[in-house]
């Protein structure tokens, strides 16, 4: 969090109860904590504030968790939810207002500006706010689409509420959303990625632009698994999880597009790449671009080519064990003993 974020975030911290019957006037207090439904307002206990405690870590006032949806914040994140902002300005001076400081006092310094919207420093806090996946809705997508099996390392969360704005006209909505943390060969987070799901479980979101990204993504993916003289890159979150079904040891990145594959940056210590690519135009510039340049390090390149339009779709239509037999046949052979056959003999 920026200084001037941190230094509000710590005064509504020590008004935290000021706070609550401000914004959460359908609460009330029990013991150290506020009580309410949900960042909303709504009249329940679902959700409580600390009230006192120490200025960080563990049992912090202001602190807050919604028990229902496992969100979580400090009192900055609750006001922006209860207030439907979607910019840490506008937050800052809701929050400025409240505390009745004059609109300049803390005002950022020239290098100290808050996070601008669609900044790594924004996707960073998103995916900081976000949960685990397991036993959420997007655990059910997930499932629907045939992937049944996510690792709890892989760089996937779940945000209950997180915001969508079809254009810069129109008002906020929130949606469930699964977050994908994009990051660098590093493993430093440089952007997120959105895929705003519906409520059902069952599918994205009836809305204009499901997936969306923000942050820095050239060069960077969704990075499953950390590679080193062997991995997979392709375009979409879903194709390499549902490959990821049938390869869970072999590392692999989803670029998100297919000019970003074509950008991808990849490890020095890589030996052996195989692409997998959408049955489409543009996947096939992409792979050709990026084998180019993965030759010209001195990279073997293979080509992983799905039997449908996607890996997700074969898994869907095929099955774990056909899609694993295809597979199969497009690796190299040590790839096979390495990646493959513990798998096979695990499900034989």
């Known amino acids: 969090m920026s200084s001037p974020a941190a230094d509000l ?8 109860e000021a706070v609550c019957r401000h914004y959460l006037s359908n609460g009330h207090r029990e013991g150290r904590y506020w ?12 959700l409580f504030v600390r009230l006192s405690g120490p200025d960080h870590g563990k049992g912090a006032a202001g602190k807050w968790t919604d028990a229902a949806t496992g969100e979580h914040g400090d009192l900055l994140d609750l006001i922006a939810l209860n207030r439907g902002l979607d ?21 950022p310094r020239q290098d100290r500006l808050p996070a601008p919207r669609g900044s790594p420093q924004s996707a960073r806090r998103l995916y900081a ?31 209950p509420r997180c915001y969508y704005r079809p254009d810069e006209d129109s008002p906020t909505e929130t949606w469930p959303a699964l977050i994908a943390a ?17 409520p059902s479980g069952r599918d994205k979101a009836p809305i204009d ?16 698994g950390v590679a080193r003289d062997v991995m997979a890159a392709g375009e979409g979150i879903e194709t390499m999880l549902s490959l990821r079904c049938v390869l869970p040891t072999l590392p692999m990145v989803a670029a998100l597009s297919a000019n970003h594959l074509a950008a991808l940056l990849l490890p020095p210590t890589l030996r052996r790449l195989y692409i997998a690519r959408d049955a489409d135009p543009a996947g096939d510039a992409a792979m050709a671009s990026l084998c ?57």
């Open 9 to 16: 975030a710590h005064r509504l911290a020590r008004n935290a």
């Open 35 to 46: 009580l309410v439904g949900d960042v909303a307002n709504t009249r329940g206990r679902s």
């Open 87 to 107: 910019r840490l300005r506008d937050t800052l001076d809701e929050a400025r207002a409240f505390l009745a400081l004059p609109p300049d006092q803390l005002a």
């Open 129 to 159: 706010m976000s949960i685990p996946i397991a036993g959420t809705l997007v655990q059910r997508y997930l499932y629907s689409r045939g992937i049944v099996t996510v690792a709890d390392g892989d760089p996937l969360r779940f945000h």
């Open 182 to 198: 994009v990051t660098d060969l590093g493993g430093r987070i440089t952007g997120a990625h959105r895929t705003w799901l519906d």
């Open 209 to 224: 632009s499901p997936r969306r990204a923000m942050g820095h993504l050239l060069g960077h993916g969704v990075r499953f």
């Open 292 to 348: 180019h340049r993965a030759e010209a390090a001195g990279i073997e390149v293979g080509s992983l080519l799905p039997c449908f339009d996607d890996f997700n779709e074969d898994l869907r239509r095929l099955g774990a064990e056909r899609l694993r037999a295809s597979v199969r046949r497009q690796l190299a052979p040590q790839d096979v003993v390495r990646f493959l056959a513990l798998e096979t003999a695990a499900t034989g």
